[in-house]
């Protein structure tokens, strides 16, 4: 009877894949088996490789290198989400910590940073317009401006920001001969209610010739729409040029400043490509091409100063059409 215990438990231990031990085999070639294998079992933990603390240390370390940088990273490029239908879509860099939106305004000259929610407005209060206004339009904020559910102009009034002392009032243009000239136009801020509400703000006009915005200048301003859309993202700066005796108009009092001329500079950051255009404040006939000029160009008739980043003598119309 033990016998045959001793050959079911043989069986088993052969089913199981493993030898028993010697106190239930009583076999001592067995016995042997089993202290050769507790014994390799016993070597081999000894020999798995320890946790290295100075590695661990290391990794941690370079876990918080890791999230700093990245903070560091966002903090450099901070973004706004803008909701869409099923998704939240990333469109356009926070206006005020985009560095490459940044504009020097010459020494003396007035100046007041606005940070709207899609532009960036240096107005002047003396003069009582922008000396310069910037945004970045990118190619989802044009997919947007032009679906059929984009706000609608119709929809907005020009309005005095209250928060600004300077800023006009929308009835001061009237009979002055001049409209009230978008800086950064209503069509690139058709994406979002609140941009579109301040692109109407009057911090963002200038007195400028009917027949001009109504023309060239609206072309213009459509080629860098449809230009952004191919770019992906288009940094757009926007102004007056100011004679050193400017005409002043104003319903109430004279002293909002009608400028000359006007330009525009174009920055397409993953092209590495710049141009700049200047058209004078009166109608102005004729192709783009011959209203392009450098970026120089423009900080020499302004005494602005655009970021390094920005190539400042291409002047290729070529390249963007």
Not at 77 to 89: A, D, E, F, N, Y
Not at 241 to 267: C, H, R, T, W
């Amino acid at each position: 009877m033990k016998q045959l215990a001793k050959i079911w438990i043989l069986v088993a231990a052969m089913v199981m894949g493993g030898a028993l031990p010697p106190q239930v085999m009583g076999d001592s070639v067995v016995a042997m088996q089993w202290s050769a294998q507790a014994k390799t079992k016993k070597k081999s933990k000894k020999n798995k490789p320890k946790k290295n603390k100075k590695n661990k240390k290391n990794t941690v370390s370079s876990k918080k290198s890791g999230k700093k940088s990245r903070q560091a990273a966002a903090k450099a490029s901070p973004l706004v989400s803008i909701p869409t239908i099923g998704k939240t879509t990333t469109v356009v860099p926070q206006q005020d910590m985009n560095a490459l939106l940044g504009v020097k305004i010459p020494k003396g000259v007035s100046n007041q940073v606005l940070n709207y929610k899609a532009i960036r407005v240096n107005f002047n209060p003396s003069l009582r317009i922008p000396n310069c206004v910037a945004y970045e339009l990118t190619a989802t904020m044009v997919d947007m401006a032009d679906a059929p559910g984009h706000e609608k102009r119709k929809d907005f009034k020009y309005n005095r920001d209250s928060k600004v002392k300077a800023c006009p009032d929308h009835w001061e243009y009237r009979g002055s001969g001049y409209t009230r000239g978008h800086m950064a136009p209503a069509m690139d801020m058709r994406w979002d209610r609140t941009a579109m509400a301040q692109c109407f703000y009057m911090t963002n006009m200038c007195p400028q010739d009917t027949k001009l915005n109504n023309d060239n200048w609206r072309v213009l301003e459509e080629k860098i729409h449809r230009w952004a859309k191919r770019d992906k993202r288009i940094l757009v700066f926007t102004g007056p040029i100011v004679g050193k005796s400017p005409k002043m108009i104003g319903n109430d009092k004279q002293n909002i400043a009608v400028p000359e001329a006007f330009f525009k500079v174009l920055y397409a950051p993953e092209q590495r490509r710049a141009i700049a255009f200047i058209y004078n404040n009166e109608p102005c006939p004729g192709n783009i091409s011959k209203y392009a000029v450098t970026v120089q160009e423009v900080e020499r008739r302004t005494g602005l100063t655009f970021s390094s980043a920005i190539p400042k003598r291409q002047c290729n119309i070529a390249d963007w059409q």
